[in-house]
């Protein structure tokens, strides 16, 4: 299985600050590189696809670059309804495998 | 409105089964994959399987973690998925949702829409 590893696990920002979540594979994933965000008690909801494709209707301040094993989510300028938890998920190869969350909190 | 609705959650013992459904409103599990994610309380998301009939060939896939104990099914008449699930485990305790694992022209794939989730507690 190929391994995702996000960091930080949990983070805590000023609302407008630039925020930057991190992502590792285990091996080369070219971009098939997901992003979902998730709020409590709620299904996750995709952001980001192919590493940088931002999902219609996802404000622009979510961007995703990335390739191979190294990925990065940022909010240019967090809100107050960013509050949430972030997951990166590979589709390279089956079994699809996540990385362990970011949860972002307001300083 | 197009939409997933997990249900049959609940609490059954260690060693014990159970068998969630997932219904689909405004679409056709004919068209799409569909696939089980769970969530272990205040846990990430873990890929269960998937079932597809594109093209009108049945594919089903699992994780290595669940084979063998869990089984992806379909009723057509229903517009209904099901995941057996056997031989249940503490660690099997989760809010399992149903996903649609949705393409752009076959050159993009994310999950697209999910239901909000039916827990399972596997307790004694």
């Known amino acids: 299985d190929i391994q995702m590893t996000q960091s930080p696990s949990s983070l805590s920002a000023s609302i407008g600050d630039r925020v930057t979540i991190t992502c590792q594979a285990s091996?080369?994933?070219?971009?098939?590189l997901n992003w979902y965000q998730q709020k409590p008690g709620k299904a996750p909801k995709v952001l980001i696809y192919?590493?940088?494709n931002l999902k219609t209707g996802v404000p622009s301040r979510f961007s995703g670059s990335g390739s191979g094993t190294h990925f990065t989510l940022t909010i240019a300028s967090l809100q107050p309804e960013d509050i949430a938890t972030y997951y990166c998920q590979q589709r390279d190869t089956l079994p699809l495998t996540f990385g362990g969350g970011t949860r972002v909190e307001i300083q | 409105e197009v939409q997933l609705v997990e249900s049959g959650g609940g609490l059954v013992q260690p060693g014990g089964s159970l068998r969630l459904s997932c219904a689909a409103s405004g679409l056709s599990f004919s068209d799409h994959y569909i696939d089980w994610v769970r969530q272990a309380p205040g846990k990430g998301l873990e890929w269960l399987g998937r079932?597809?009939?594109?093209?009108?060939?049945?594919?089903?896939e699992y994780a290595p973690s669940v084979k063998g104990r869990f089984t992806i099914s379909r009723d057509e008449s229903t517009n209904s998925m099901y995941l057996q699930m056997n031989s249940l485990k503490s660690e099997d305790t989760a809010v399992y949702y149903c996903?649609?694992?949705?393409?752009?022209?076959?050159?993009?794939?994310?999950?697209?829409?999910w239901g909000r989730g039916t827990l399972v507690t596997v307790s004694s």
């Open positions: 079932y597809g009939n594109i093209a009108k060939t049945d594919t089903t």
């Open positions: 091996q080369d994933i070219s971009n098939y």
């Open positions: 996903a649609r694992w949705f393409t752009v022209a076959g050159a993009y794939w994310y999950f697209d829409l």
């Open positions: 192919d590493a940088s």
